[in-house]
Every structure is written in structure tokens, then in C-alpha cells.
């Protein structure tokens, strides 16, 4: 069946520093990937997403470039704000659409201290 | 886009009694899905609830334990029955727009402690 791993947290950095969340998935067709963020006392939100190999998904300075070859959908951002501090769950679906079925990593909490 | 809203956000239980998640979209939705986050683990589908037809479980969740209503197409509730501490989690609904769109959006999300 599909998984997803992504590094354990908590992730503890200083404001502007670089920020990378990995992300390893294992699935049998051809899936969407995606990153949600959790911020404190919310809902998941859809962070960015690709569908298919070598896209890139980039929002509010996040990014993840869709590794068909390593299975890697790995989170980046260059400069992390206070304000960022959250957990962030990678996920996939192997549906047309993204319609069911979504997997999720276990979420990777960030802290970034000012 | 759309809101999600959910209650109760939080209670605690004593084991043997049942408690009713209620989830409110502000606008009409075909399906809603309903997620279990264990601590320290990953959001689990329970069940997939589509308006006018019975719940689809997935592995491992059964009927009898976690009923499901879909009375509209705007609101949705999940109960836990016959409570244990194995059920302390936080329960989540979510809900897909359309086929078209890859994105679901959540609620807030129910913290349960069974006691």
C-alpha cells in the first residue's frame, strides 16, 4: 500500500534560517503530492502540491520539486519566520484529482525562535 | 475555498459512554471524510460520508463503533461509541469541492480524551 515518511520533529531554528522538512513516499501508480500546514488551534491548509515528476509546488516562500527517481518531495524555504512555526504534513493521493484516499506522514513540527 | 467548523473542539469522556462530532461546511459539498490523528501518529480516513447513501469505512473502523450521519449536503456527524482510552484522539472532518480540485479543506478538528 501507499506511505509516507517525513523526518521527526520537532525542528527548532532561528529566525531566517534555511528550513528543510524530508519527505519519502512509497506508492504503486502514479501519485499527487502534497504538503498541508497545521498552525496552532487550526485545520490542516494545503501549503503546495504537484502532480506529476520534476514539478515544483512553491507558496509563501515554500517549495517541493516532485522526485520521481528518489521518491522525494522534500519541503524548502530560505528564510523562516517567526510566524511559520506550525506542523507540516507530507501527503499523497493516488486518485485522478486528488479525490480520496490521502495519505499523510506523520507531521514534522516546526519552532522558529526569533 | 470553504469553512469547516466542528464540535465540540474538545471533551473528555469516561470510557462506556458516546460522544457526537458534529461537522458544518458553509457550503453544499458531495463528500466529507472523516480522520483519526492518534498522538504522534498520522491522520487515519476513517470514512468516506456521502449525502444520501451509508458511510464507506475503511479497514479497521466498523459501523457499530463509529455511526456516521449525512443528513445534507452541509453538515455531517460522527459518534464514537462504547468509549476507551485507545479512542482519545483528535478526530477531523474533512471535505473534497470537486473532482476537479486536488485539495481538501479541514476542520479545526475534535480533541477527545476518554478517561
Known amino acids: 500500500g501507499n506511505s509516507v515518511t517525513q523526518m521527526e520533529g520537532p525542528v527548532t531554528l532561528s529566525e531566517e534560517a534555511f528550513l528543510t522538512i524530508n519527505c519519502t513516499y512509497t506508492?504503486?501508480?502514479?501519485?499527487?503530492l502534497f504538503w498541508y500546514v497545521q498552525y496552532p488551534g487550526e485545520g490542516l491548509q494545503l501549503l503546495l502540491k504537484?502532480?506529476?515528476?520534476?514539478d515544483k509546488g512553491s507558496n509563501k516562500g515554500f517549495e517541493a520539486t516532485y522526485r520521481k527517481e528518489t521518491t522525494s518531495f522534500h519541503l524548502e524555504k530560505g528564510s523562516v519566520q517567526v510566524s511559520d512555526s506550525a506542523v507540516y504534513f507530507c501527503?499523497?493521493?493516488?486518485?485522478?484529482?486528488?479525490?480520496?484516499?490521502?495519505?499523510f506522514g506523520t507531521g514534522t513540527k516546526l519552532q522558529v525562535i526569533p | 475555498s470553504a469553512v469547516i467548523s466542528q464540535k465540540p473542539s474538545r471533551d473528555i469522556c469516561q470510557r462506556g459512554t458516546s460522544l457526537t462530532i458534529q461537522c458544518q461546511v458553509d457550503?453544499?459539498?458531495?463528500?466529507m471524510f472523516w480522520y483519526r490523528q492518534q498522538p504522534g501518529q498520522s491522520l487515519t480516513l476513517i470514512a468516506t460520508?456521502?449525502?444520501?447513501?451509508?458511510?464507506?469505512?475503511e479497514s479497521g473502523f466498523v459501523i457499530d463503533k463509529f455511526p456516521i450521519s449525512r443528513p445534507n449536503l452541509t453538515f455531517s456527524t460522527l459518534t464514537v461509541s462504547n468509549m476507551s482510552p485507545e479512542d482519545s484522539s483528535i478526530y477531523l472532518c474533512?471535505?473534497?469541492?470537486?473532482?476537479?480540485?486536488?485539495?481538501?479543506?479541514f476542520g479545526p478538528g475534535t480533541r477527545l480524551t476518554v478517561t
Open positions: 474533512s471535505v473534497h469541492l470537486d473532482s476537479s480540485s486536488y485539495e481538501q479543506y
Open positions: 506508492a504503486t501508480g502514479y501519485p499527487s
Open positions: 504537484a502532480t506529476k515528476a520534476d
Open positions: 501527503a499523497l493521493s493516488d486518485q485522478p484529482g486528488g479525490y480520496q484516499k490521502v495519505t
Open positions: 457550503s453544499q459539498v458531495t463528500m
Open positions: 460520508a456521502n449525502q444520501g447513501s451509508e458511510a464507506t469505512y
